[in-house]
């Protein structure tokens, strides 16, 4: 029913060493499967046995894409077979990556598989905890039926955005944070029949959660992080557990790309990073307002070239799409860098070069910026990603909007001279200097933060308490 790589073999013939193992089952996008195998080798860190289950390619791609840390012996990654699926390119008509559906769709069909699988673990070990992303609760709803296995549901997204989208099962709101979310747009109606039809899969699947697990801390945003837990502990008696970042303070696996041998060359917090992540297509005509602003700009820059993923990222050509227009390169000469492949994100904040970037907003890429201490030039395209942008610039004061009034349908391309500008105002301006202050000192505390891990030890003693046995 599935299978592992030999070196990955499952620990259940040696589960004497260890009472508990856990059973992460993330989302097949990037921005899930990263989150979730960060977790992951957090957890497994303390001599807990971790499997990391999916599709082939879901995982193989998980692994791929890691950087900037080393993968523990004790995450054990677990490859079930998923009807074929089609892998449609991006359209950069549309905001939302519909390209993704039918690789979303054909992981409802790992629900009898997993439940096996933790099935055969519940009797090797004396607890299974599973930890499955929000948005494969259909996948997870019979685990009840397992009397040993203990389920937590994930939340991918910032908890400021929780608090927007549900807000009907908060407490009473301070009016200052009732202001703010009131702020951000509404998702009802938004999406394609498609994906709407899998989330309410998701969201009518039988509730299974003993708790909540979000990648967030309190430095980065305690107040909805406190409004959350009020809310889900009154509802169903649950726990929230802010174990965040996951991505790691220090990065203790180097690259060697040639970017950052370029900004080893740079002054300091002199380079903007530009990076969209992996759900964004741009037209020819948005790509042409970018090169045109930036040249203009006079800045130093990485910018990451790339078309959105497709269901499976390998098929087709991941820079579908994205070229830069004709002699933009040669134009800007050495003040700047056009990285067409993947990049090493972590690495390139973390650089003391980097003083901005400019990014769409994705959980990932937030918490990896504030974790480096850099602010933000926030351009957000779909989904979580306007709440995002919000917290970013509107609550932490570490970011400058590029769309000033977010819209389900866009208003066009945004020209060159507002990218010009934005760029202006975060790498040289006084207001600029302000943020990188800013983004400089919370950095500092959320470093300080995981390195503590106070969370994720309170979370593992909870998992391994005796009493429950």
């Known amino acids: 029913m599935f299978s592992k790589k030999k070196e990955n073999r499952s620990p259940m013939e040696n589960h004497n060493s260890s009472?508990?193992?856990?059973?992460?089952?993330?989302?097949?996008?990037?921005?899930?499967?990263?989150?979730?195998?960060?977790?992951?080798?957090?957890?497994?860190?303390?001599?807990?046995?971790?499997?990391?289950?999916?599709?082939?390619?879901?995982?193989?791609?998980?692994k791929l894409r890691l950087h900037g840390c080393?993968?523990?012996?004790?995450?054990?990654?677990?490859?079930?077979?998923?009807?074929?699926?089609?892998?449609?390119?991006?359209?950069?008509?549309?905001?939302?990556?519909?390209?993704?559906?039918?690789?979303?769709?054909?992981?409802?069909?790992?629900?009898?598989?997993?439940?096996?699988?933790?099935?055969?673990?519940?009797?090797?070990?004396?607890?299974?905890?599973?930890?499955?992303?929000?948005?494969?609760?259909?996948?997870?709803?019979?685990?009840?039926?397992?009397?040993?296995?203990?389920c937590y549901l994930f939340r991918s997204f910032s908890c400021f955005c929780t608090c927007a989208w549900e807000?009907?099962?908060?407490?009473?709101?301070?009016?200052?944070?009732?202001?703010?979310?009131?702020?951000?747009?509404?998702?009802?109606?938004?999406?394609?029949?498609?994906?709407?039809?899998?989330?309410?899969?998701?969201?009518?699947?039988?509730?299974?959660?003993?708790?909540?697990?979000?990648?967030?801390?309190?430095?980065?945003?305690?107040?909805?992080?406190?409004?959350?837990?009020?809310?889900?502990?009154?509802?169903?008696?649950?726990?929230?557990?802010?174990?965040?970042?996951?991505?790691?303070?220090?990065?203790?696996?180097?690259?060697?790309?040639?970017?950052?041998?370029?900004l080893n060359k740079q002054p300091r917090n002199s380079v903007i990073f530009i990076s969209f992540g992996t759900t964004t297509t741009f037209s020819e005509e948005q790509m042409g307002e970018i090169a045109a602003g930036l040249e203009r700009s006079k800045q130093r820059f990485i910018w990451v070239v790339r078309g959105a993923d497709r269901g499976d990222i390998f098929t087709g050509n991941s820079q579908q799409n994205q070229q830069v227009p004709e002699g933009f390169e040669e134009r800007v000469g050495r003040r700047g860098i056009v990285v067409r492949e993947w990049a090493p994100q972590m690495e390139i904040l973390g650089h003391p070069s980097t003083g901005g970037f400019m990014s769409h907003c994705g959980w990932n890429s937030c918490l990896e910026s504030i974790t480096s201490g850099v602010p933000m030039a926030a351009w957000p395209m779909h989904s979580d990603q306007p709440a995002n942008a919000v917290l970013v610039a509107r609550v932490l004061g570490i970011g400058v909007e590029v769309v000033e009034t977010w819209t389900r349908q866009g208003t066009g391309a945004v020209k060159a001279g507002r990218v010009e500008e934005v760029v202006k105002r975060l790498m040289v301006s006084t207001e600029g200097d302000g943020m990188r202050k800013r983004a400089a000192e919370?950095?500092?505390?959320?470093?300080?933060?995981?390195?503590?891990?106070?969370?994720?030890?309170?979370f593992i003693s909870h998992i391994t308490n005796t009493t429950w046995f």
């Open 70 to 150: 080393d993968l523990s012996s004790n995450i054990h990654f677990i490859e079930f077979p998923i009807p074929p699926f089609t892998t449609p390119p991006p359209d950069h008509s549309l905001k939302f990556p519909s390209q993704l559906v039918p690789a979303l769709t054909a992981t409802t069909h790992l629900r009898r598989p997993v439940h096996a699988f933790v099935g055969g673990l519940s009797a090797a070990f004396r607890r299974v905890i599973v930890i499955y992303d929000v948005l494969m609760s259909y996948v997870v709803q019979d685990m009840a039926s397992i009397p040993n296995a203990r």
């Open 167 to 262: 807000s009907r099962e908060l407490p009473d709101l301070p009016p200052a944070a009732a202001g703010i979310l009131n702020q951000i747009p509404s998702v009802k109606g938004y999406y394609s029949k498609e994906f709407q039809d899998f989330l309410d899969l998701q969201f009518g699947a039988k509730k299974v959660s003993c708790g909540e697990i979000i990648n967030s801390c309190s430095e980065i945003e305690g107040l909805y992080l406190d409004l959350w837990a009020q809310g889900i502990n009154k509802k169903g008696g649950l726990t929230l557990w802010a174990m965040g970042p996951f991505n790691p303070a220090k990065i203790s696996r180097k690259s060697d790309h040639e970017c950052l041998k370029w």
């Open 442 to 458: 919370l950095g500092a505390r959320v470093r300080n933060s995981i390195l503590q891990s106070r969370q994720i030890q309170a």
């Open 19 to 62: 009472h508990v193992t856990v059973v992460m089952v993330p989302l097949a996008a990037q921005g899930h499967l990263n989150q979730l195998l960060h977790l992951s080798r957090l957890i497994a860190a303390h001599n807990i046995p971790v499997h990391y289950v999916g599709a082939t390619t879901h995982i193989r791609q998980a």
